[in-house]
């Protein structure tokens, strides 16, 4: 069973920036692949970005391409999100999954975490 706690989430103005953290508690996470998702009350959850468990695959959704990094620290079980340039529809709250596969993780992780609230102010 693998456990997710993400971090970081906050409040900021537009044009700034927050780095959200999500910690994994498995051993073997470090192979796993990684996502970050976002939800609005009222919307579906939405597919933000995903990282291979190499680290060397990435992809991210087309409103945050540009601006948003997804990275991965393999040695401290970490993954991690840097929001740059953030705007008000960036407000959600921001969860990160896992699973064998970046395809997986997309389409159907089986591991989630509890969320972390991000709000950006006009």
């Known amino acids: 069973q693998v456990q997710l706690v993400e971090s970081g989430g906050g409040w900021a103005q537009a044009g700034g920036s927050l780095r959200l953290s999500c910690s994994a508690s498995?051993?073997?996470?470090?192979?796993?692949?990684m996502g970050w998702f976002r939800q609005v009350p009222g919307k579906e959850r939405e597919f933000v970005a995903s990282?291979?468990?190499?680290?060397?695959?990435?992809y991210y959704a087309d409103s945050v391409q540009g601006r948003f990094t997804i990275s991965r620290d393999s040695a401290k079980n970490t993954v991690y999100l840097q929001m740059n340039s953030l705007k008000p529809e960036d407000t959600a709250v921001y969860y990160c999954?896992?699973?064998?596969?970046?395809?997986?993780?997309?389409?159907?992780?089986?591991?989630w975490g509890q969320g972390t609230q991000v709000t950006v102010s006009s």
């Open positions: 498995a051993r073997m996470w470090s192979y796993y692949a």
């Open positions: 999954a896992t699973g064998d596969t970046i395809v997986r993780v997309r389409t159907s992780a089986p591991y």
């Open positions: 990282i291979s468990g190499s680290g060397g695959t990435t």
